[in-house]
């Protein structure tokens, strides 16, 4: 399959460091294999326990470059308060046109920060927007759906429909991270939400570690698709029944 546009896979995420928590060994697997991956943040973290906009956007831009992807930028929509409206769809929608991914990463649509399932919800219908011609989105760009929708379900108590082996990458997953030094590193503000910086690098391998034996692999991550997968040939199915 040729490349669709200037990303393949787009993440979407409420906030700088989400991708990099649920999705990121998935981005280096699929950029190792030669795709254009991207992420596109909603917020700009101004309303974090710990650290400011600023902090975060560098913290982000080194992150993107542990991760490798092509492209990654943040919209301005209030950090604690992402809405579904048709403004935001439209902020987004834009971005989908110029970018054109096949594939949109987004976050599972339960959870217990509402700007993580809000974020599920409009991302799913800036998708649909971004398809009606006679919108308009503010610039040029002509209107792209994109083919697939994926919900990263690490966090989720669910069953995943499929697991992606980012055995490889764990170590870049990691380090991608922990390039948050405002959030993951040992800090006063928060220290009762936030998990410990001696226990970070446990339970982000056990998470994966525990998707891993799931999927007959030693490090996996999660996801969830809506409708039914194809199947052409019983005889590749991969993950061994017993």
């Excluded at 409009?122 to 011609?133: P, R």
């Amino acid at each position: 399959m040729p490349p669709t546009g200037l990303v393949d896979i787009l993440a979407i995420a409420a906030h700088r460091d989400d991708v990099e928590q649920t999705c990121g060994g998935t981005l280096l697997a699929m950029q190792a294999k030669g795709w254009k991956t991207g992420i596109l943040d909603l917020t700009r973290g101004e309303s974090g326990t710990r650290g400011t906009a600023a902090e975060r956007e560098a913290e982000a831009n080194e992150a993107a470059r542990i991760l490798r992807v092509a492209t990654r930028e943040a919209l301005d929509l209030p950090d604690g308060n992402v809405e579904n409206t048709l403004q935001n769809r439209l902020k987004i929608a834009a971005v989908l046109r110029r970018l054109r991914p096949r594939v949109v990463i987004l976050p599972y649509w339960q959870g217990r920060h509402p700007d993580h399932y809000t974020t599920a919800t409009l991302g799913y219908e800036a998708c649909f927007v971004s398809g009606l011609a006679k919108v308009d989105t503010g610039n040029a760009d002509a209107p792209h759906r994109p083919f697939k929708i994926l919900y990263a379900s690490l966090y989720a108590d669910v069953r995943p429909t499929f697991a992606v082996d980012i055995t490889p990458f764990m170590e870049e997953r990691f380090q991608s991270l922990m390039a948050y030094r405002s959030q993951y590193a040992t800090r006063a503000e928060g220290g009762a939400l936030f998990v410990p910086e001696d226990e970070i690098r446990e339970r982000t391998f056990a998470m994966a570690r525990h998707c891993g034996l799931l999927a007959g692999v030693r490090y996996a991550e999660p996801f969830v698709q809506k409708e039914i997968g194809l199947v052409d040939d019983l005889m590749l199915l991969p993950v061994a029944s017993i």
